[in-house]
């Protein structure tokens, strides 16, 4: 065998064996990347219920509140002329009641406090979540800053 079948024979075994290694680092990056969704997950359960020793908090949405939307079922209906909170869920409600009853212009940490959950991005990121759906269904009013009023 020359040198020159020698290279070329081991430089194709070399290159399947780089595709191999290629598809298996792909397959890992994979499962690390779901591993990582996981931990997210579990992490912001594990703190919503005291590692599992009490209740989440999760509440069901009651069937007389959802309407149905153009992308499935919604649980924040498009506010209309002459609709009232009753529509929203218990949890929705409340956020009203709380962004009624301030003085002015309600940032989402203020609204997460006065439904009792801590300062902390896993707490308040939702509850602005939720005042952001209720701003862009016409329930309330987003100021330039992030901050929400009563409509």
Known sequence: ?????????????????????????????????????????????????????????????????VTHGAGGMRLTPDREEGMGAEVLTPEYRRIMEIVAKASGPVMAKDVALALGRENTPAKVEPVRGQLRKLSDRGWLTRTGSGRYLPR
């Open 1 to 65: 065998m020359d040198v020159l079948t020698w290279t070329i024979e081991r430089r194709m075994r070399l290159t399947e064996r780089a595709e191999l290694l290629r598809k298996e680092l792909a397959e890992i990056d994979a499962e690390l990347g779901r591993l990582e969704a996981a931990e997210v997950v579990f992490g912001q359960w594990a703190e919503a219920t005291d590692g599992g020793r009490r209740p989440s908090g999760i509440v069901e949405p009651e069937p007389a509140v």
